[in-house]
């Protein structure tokens, strides 16, 4: 628990809200960012439909470091983390202002460990092509904190719910990932299809489940969950957003599932709306 010199500092920077709802949002391609399909229609109208948030603070399966950091600039550049796309996507630019107060408000009530203020990365296409539909005008404060690569799943989740007393100071927590993501197993004939391998319609189907009855522990130990879980999670970095934001849910709290399609056979769109 974070200690009340940091509850006063928290407090004093961030005044109280009503409680804020937290998000996995599945972010798919890049391509997302530019494109008009029904993925992004909702996370429009999410964005129409949630209180407006003060600032956003989005954990993103794109910056993956040794331990954990925030961006802490005023003005976060826009980080294009990929290739191969169309000069449109490269030509994008998300403008939203950083939060030095909300990084150092963050740094301080994560006491389970160190956390660096960073003013080098800014925002990767993990946050920004998301929450571009969610905030067109670019007016809501944007930082980012990035997963501890040499850290367990259950210490994420433990980490995470060191990030609770935020929901009350008007900040949105985005997790960004996907919850089925082998880019082996693409099948990039279907890429813009509704489809998915049987393992992965296994994986993700199990996935809800355990969401659904606020089973958590079964998704932390994502290892032990059988083949399927294996060949949809190869890596975990694009997994490990999720956990952030189950880490975050009140007992009983209800949980809206949306978006929940398999495309290109590997990658779930599956997103999450908890509060």
Same mark, same amino acid.
């Given at each position: 628990m974070p200690d009340l010199q940091s509850l006063n500092a928290l407090h004093k920077s961030l005044p109280h809200t009503e409680k804020m709802p937290v998000l996995f949002l599945g972010h798919g391609s890049?391509?997302?960012?530019?494109?008009?399909?029904? =993925?992004?229609?909702? =996370?429009?109208? +999410? &964005?129409?439909e949630l209180t407006k948030p003060k600032a956003i603070l989005c954990i993103s399966a794109h910056w993956e470091t040794k331990g954990t950091k925030v961006t802490a600039m005023q003005n976060p550049?826009?980080?294009?983390?990929?290739?191969? =796309?169309?000069?449109?996507? =490269? !030509?994008?630019?998300?403008?939203?202002?950083?939060?030095?107060?909300?990084?150092?408000?963050? *740094?301080?009530?994560i006491t389970q460990t160190e956390v660096e203020l960073d003013h080098h990365w800014g925002l !990767? $296409?993990?946050?920004?092509?998301?929450?571009?539909? %969610?905030?067109?005008?670019?007016?809501?404060?944007?930082?980012? %904190?990035?997963l501890d690569h040499t850290k367990s799943p259950q210490y994420h989740y433990e980490l995470a719910q060191q990030l609770e007393s935020l929901? $009350? *100071?008007?900040?949105?927590?985005?997790? @960004?990932?996907?919850?089925? $993501?082998?880019?082996?197993?693409?099948?990039?004939?279907?890429?813009? !299809?509704?489809?998915a391998w049987d393992w992965a319609q296994e994986a993700n189907e199990q996935m809800k489940t355990f969401i659904l009855d606020q089973n958590?522990?079964?998704?932390?130990?994502y290892? *032990?969950? &059988? @083949?399927?879980?294996?060949?949809s999670i190869p890596t975990p970095e694009h997994y490990l957003p999720?956990?952030?934001? +189950?880490?975050?849910? !009140? *007992?009983?709290?209800?949980?809206?599932?949306?978006?929940?399609?398999?495309?290109? &056979?590997?990658?779930? %769109?599956?997103?999450?709306?908890?509060?």
């Open positions: 890049p391509m997302n960012a530019i494109e008009e399909n029904e =993925f992004v229609w909702q =996370f429009r109208k +999410l &964005g129409k550049p826009t980080i294009h983390d990929f290739g191969g =796309f169309p000069q449109a996507l =490269f !030509d994008v630019q998300y403008p939203a202002p950083g939060s030095p107060e909300l990084a150092a408000a963050t *740094k301080k009530i !990767d $296409h993990g946050a920004w092509s998301v929450i571009k539909h %969610m905030y067109p005008e670019a007016d809501v404060p944007v930082i980012q %904190m990035s929901r $009350h *100071k008007g900040v949105l927590i985005v997790g @960004s990932g996907n919850v089925v $993501h082998n880019l082996r197993r693409v099948a990039w004939n279907k890429l813009n !299809d509704s489809y958590h522990d079964a998704l932390i130990q290892g *032990k969950q &059988g @083949s399927s879980f294996a060949l999720l956990l952030y934001i +189950l880490a975050l849910q !009140d *007992k009983n709290e209800p949980v809206t599932l949306f978006n929940d399609q398999t495309v290109g &056979g590997s990658i779930s %769109m599956m997103s999450l709306h908890i509060g």
